[in-house]
């Protein structure tokens, strides 16, 4: 599975942005997917996530309320829409998969495919 992250860019605080991940595979509807941010220096982290069905999400507490994953079967692709972002979200985004079926995850370990990352940067 191909992962092409897309979206990324310069925004305000306050401001949105939607990130998009389109995936190769024609069975895309079978993959969890997830969203992971990396800010420099910092250890890769689990934004959010949406279970292979659709029927499950997760986030990471500190974008509760502010972000929203959601996927689009027919066009094999995985969004993450932002809003209200603040400064300490800066961070280059990636998107990624994990293997046909498997149940949501948050440790970035448990995921086998990986899109090439997209920077986000909020300026204050």
């Known amino acids: 599975v191909q992962l092409q992250a897309s979206g990324g860019g310069l925004v305000q605080t306050g401001g949105s942005l939607t990130l998009s991940c389109a995936a190769s595979a024609r069975t895309f509807s079978r993959y969890t997917m997830g969203w992971f941010r990396q800010a420099p220096g910092k250890e890769r982290e689990f934004v959010a996530g949406?279970?292979?069905?659709?029927?499950?999400?997760y986030y990471t507490d500190s974008v509760k309320g502010r972000f929203t994953i959601s996927r689009d079967n027919a066009k094999n692709t995985v969004y993450l829409q932002m809003n209200n972002l603040k400064p300490e979200d800066t961070a280059v985004y990636y998107c990624?998969?994990?293997?046909?079926?498997?149940?949501?995850?948050?440790?970035?370990?448990?995921?086998?495919?990986w899109g090439q990352g997209t920077q986000v940067t909020v300026s204050s």
């Open positions: 949406i279970s292979w069905s659709g029927g499950s999400t």
């Open positions: 990624a998969a994990r293997k046909p079926f498997e149940v949501l995850a948050t440790t970035s370990a448990m995921y086998d495919y």
